[in-house]
């Protein structure tokens, strides 16, 4: 059939196949680039995302020094001797001289619970600030789960001393 077109007919459909390839790669072509750059955008934003996160090593070993350090519950009797010396040594560093530490019992585990509740109350006469001491010092307990008692107490005649009741918990296993 191409045998019987003529010389300028078969230039004339060269061309049109030609303009036709055109036209559908510059279809498809715009569709892609335009995909491309939508993608190209999305990586920029990920990798702002990941610069903004990312941290020096100095700045991370900061972060890190203050977050709370958990130790996972132990057996009630090392949980409670555990607990008890560190707690001890808290209240050393503090300052304060307490009465014996009084070990409160642990409640029975329900049968869905893992752990128990193990408090540790304490009665101290101390200075305002050294109770203050304590307290932001206790989240470097690494048994302490919460303060489930504060109590102070102002002595009338000296505004700086207080009586102080603290009850301190942890989970036993």
């Not at 030609?18 to 990920?46: D, M, Y």
């Not at 019992?105 to 893992?114: G, L, T, V, Y």
Request: hydrophobic residues 40%; proline residues 3%; contains cysteine.
């Amino acid at each position: 059939m191409l045998e019987r077109l003529s010389e300028r007919d078969k230039r004339a459909l060269k061309i049109g196949a030609i303009c036709a390839v055109g036209v559908a790669a510059l279809v498809f072509g715009t569709k892609w680039l335009g995909h491309w750059a939508q993608a190209r955008r999305s990586l920029a934003g990920v990798e702002a995302k990941l610069e903004a996160i990312r941290v020096d090593e100095t700045r991370q070993a900061g972060l890190a020094s203050i977050v709370p350090v958990f130790e996972m519950p132990q057996k009630e009797e090392t949980q409670k001797f555990l607990f008890r010396n560190k707690f001890n040594e808290q209240l050393k560093k503090a300052g304060i001289n307490s009465k014996p530490l009084q070990v409160l019992p642990a409640a029975k585990k329900a049968k869905q619970e893992d752990y128990r509740l193990l408090r540790l109350k304490c009665s101290a006469k101390c200075r305002f600030g050294q109770l203050l001491d304590l307290l932001a010092r206790l989240n470097e307990n690494p048994y302490l789960v919460g303060i489930e008692e504060l109590r102070v107490k102002c002595d009338p005649k000296n505004r700086g001393d207080v009586e102080v009741d603290l009850t301190v918990s942890t989970f036993v296993r």
